[in-house]
């Protein structure tokens, strides 16, 4: 049986968290899924920070315009945003209603994640057949490559998490088992997604 | 003393603000094009620095900085939609970012040294 609140309870729920239940009126799915974002941005931000310090201590850092194919890089970039696009067109058709477009916004954003992830797939490759691991690489710099793995290892495994995750909200929106929230909250962590890699992609290959 | 109504009244907003949230604006669909191509254009620059141009390092840092931060920017407003958000929100959002300059600061002076004993 639910507890009844006394009016004074009520009325300081209401001032203090502004929408009665719920701080500020978001639901309860979608400000945990910022919660999350924010821990989450936090680890990034740890991780970005230590590949700094590792760059203002180390003698020297290998020039990556040699090693990296930054074309292909700038193209993977592009990608990301085009799939942060859909996701919002995505979002935007599906609060309107449109739940086939919805389905299909949704679609190429799946489809270019995993373009992304299998870019990204190829670049490993290369390096690692170039002789670049964990704890060495041929440039004499370990904690170059260390760095490179796990910064972009960790964001990678997001996207195909996020791929997965968007692949799964498709099935059930066009079910009907999900609704405009569902989707919105997805559309989150896939802007996360970009957002982080805003940063990365300029403090590995770039900067 | 109880008063139910303020409890079901709570319970009936939150419900219909989950079921049917309020539609985006029909001009949003403009701003994410818009962003798109932007997001691109900073994109093309940010590769240009080093593709293309010979340029001062100081000027290719702050380029790439000030360029990360419209992005940044960019995604945040439309993509994830805190345009359309409470100003609380945006304060989550953007905490991690001053928390990480901070982190920044605190152990920039150890890295330096380190470099500096050597």
């Known amino acids: 049986m639910a507890a009844t ?45 230590a590949l700094w310090a590792n760059r203002f201590s180390a003698p020297a850092w290998p020039n990556r315009a040699e090693i990296f194919n930054i074309r292909l890089v700038a193209g993977m970039t592009a990608i990301l945003i085009f799939s942060s696009t859909t996701m919002a067109l995505s979002v935007f058709t599906m609060r309107r ?32 057949g170039d002789g670049a691991g964990l704890a060495g690489n041929p440039w004499g710099v370990p904690s170059f490559t ?43 962590y896939w802007g996360f997604v970009d957002l982080v890699w805003v940063f990365i992609w300029p403090s590995i290959y770039l900067l | 003393m109880s008063d139910p109504h303020v409890e079901h009244g709570a319970a009936a907003h939150a419900e219909a603000g ?37 340029l001062p390092a100081v000027v290719r840092v702050t380029v790439l900085i000030i360029s990360a931060c419209i992005k940044a920017t960019l995604i945040g407003a439309y993509y994830m939609n805190l345009k359309f958000e409470r100003v609380a929100m945006i304060g989550i959002a ?16 150890d890295a330096a040294q380190r470099f500096g004993a050597r």
């Open chain 1, 97 to 128: 209603g449109l739940r086939a477009a919805a389905v299909r916004f949704l679609a190429a954003t799946v489809v270019a994640g995993a373009v992304f992830v299998g870019l990204q797939a190829t670049e490993w490759t290369h390096l690692i």
């Open chain 1, 5 to 49: 609140r006394t009016h004074e309870e009520a009325s300081t729920l209401a001032d203090r968290w502004g929408g009665g239940r719920s701080p500020w009126d978001v639901s309860w799915a979608k400000l945990m899924m910022w919660l999350f974002l924010a821990s989450d941005a936090m680890t990034f931000a740890g991780l970005l920070v």
């Open chain 2, 18 to 54: 989950l079921e049917h949230p309020q539609p985006l604006p029909e001009g949003v669909t403009r701003a994410y094009y818009a962003a798109f191509g932007l997001l691109l254009l900073l994109t093309a620059i940010e590769a240009s620095t080093v593709l293309i141009f010979r």
């Open chain 1, 146 to 188: 260390f760095t490179f793995f796990t910064i972009t290892g960790l964001h990678g495994l997001h996207v195909l998490g996020g791929v997965i995750y968007l692949w799964a909200i498709a099935v059930r929106i066009a079910k009907r088992r999900s609704d405009a929230e569902g989707l919105e909250i997805a559309g989150l």
């Open chain 2, 94 to 109: 953007i905490s991690p970012l001053l928390l990480a300059v901070l982190m920044f600061f605190m152990i920039a002076p």
